[in-house]
DNA sequence: TGTATATATGTACATATTTACATATATTTG
DNA sequence: CAAATATATGTAAATATGTACATATATACA
């Protein structure tokens, strides 16, 4: 049990899901690929924490759907007050930016503005994804009813938006120091 | 070659450093042990594209200092127009708050409480880092010219604070919410 | 005096993660 | 019609990362 593991039971508190499904939701919190997802569910499955049901579909393959266990729910509480791991964050980009010196002008305008455009996507998505909640979550979380279901997904979404946001202004106002001087072509 | 690889080289273009001072420098970019950068830069001497000098401390254990060489800032050069990686961030804390609602309400105050702690602490921290890089870096910044030792810098800072500080908000609107609820007891 | 921390470098091993391979069906795109 | 994409699950192998061990010196703390 690591700690990818104890986010998909996370995940399963939300009820029954495909191994696809827990790793298409669980991407903007952590990131991981199906190579790693199927293997630990097969592992959490013989350990009784988690379930599953053969799902047949037409139009589409057959798939998985597991779903929480009593023990699964136990070994979730059991791992929420243990000691917190921090954040890890590595950014290929932010290591760019650092020998911005050494770096043509214009690649580093194109390095901003690639993310400016990956933010504004991001933003557009979370918004959907909190509309997606309807406002009977919205008047939850207004409430502090922090048992009610789309209270953690709707605080999540507000925290990954003010990111992205404060990201998206610090690249505008780079953008915004580097046209200061015409070093290069303004225009594309 | 790796990204952390180009990331050394990357933190070199500031001037020498040894290796357990890369490691520290870092950390607020790309988290890595000291195991896995010693052999990188003993890999990016054998191939050229770093020099070390042995210097000796008084009170100190000895060091290697490295440097850049010409391949070196010609490695670095060809890496910055290459498609850059997505960022990875892994928070075990967001999976927590996801499944908040199977969570005890003291516990989820505590979560949020100590973030919000090591968030105040990063943000004073970035802040010295900032008065550090003087006025004339400040200057430098404010007339766009990135091609300023410090340039760099300065705007990953101010990208960390902003981020920090979109997180505190976050953490204190969410306590704020949970206050809303006198579920178990509010005082400690 | 034993224990911890900071500086400083390194290796060995375990674990986590990514990439590539494998398969099957339906839809979209060129 | 061929190629890519999305759905869906899995394994094998390579790479990246973390933990533990190893050593040496100085300082702080109990």
Redesign the pocket.
């Known amino acids: 049990?690591?700690?990818?593991?104890y986010g998909l039971l996370a995940l399963l508190t939300r009820g029954p899901r495909?191994?696809?499904?827990?790793?298409?939701h669980i991407q903007p919190i952590?990131?991981?690929?199906?190579?790693?997802i199927?293997?630990l569910?097969?592992l959490m499955e013989k350990r009784g924490f988690v379930q599953?049901v053969p799902?047949a579909?037409?139009?589409?393959?057959?798939?998985?759907?597991?779903s929480l266990t009593d023990e699964g729910i136990a070994a979730l509480r059991e791992w929420v007050p243990e000691p917190t791991?921090d954040p890890?964050k590595?950014d290929e980009m932010l290591l760019k930016v650092y020998c911005i010196g050494f770096i043509e002008p214009a690649q580093a305008r194109q390095l901003f503005e690639e993310r400016m455009r990956m933010y504004q996507c991001k933003i557009e998505k979370y918004h959907r994804m909190l509309d997606d909640l309807g406002s009977e979550t919205v008047q939850a979380v207004e409430a502090g009813r922090m048992e009610h279901p789309g209270f953690g997904s709707y605080i999540l979404l507000k925290r990954a938006i003010g990111q992205a946001e404060s990201d998206l202004d610090w690249c505008r106002w780079v953008v915004g120091l580097l046209q200061l001087n015409p070093t290069g072509s303004v225009g594309n």
């Open positions: 049990m690591n700690t990818l593991s495909s191994g696809y499904e827990l790793m298409q952590w990131q991981a690929k199906h190579s790693q199927y293997p569910l097969a599953y799902v579909q037409k139009d589409k393959p057959d798939k998985k759907v597991y791991g890890v590595r």
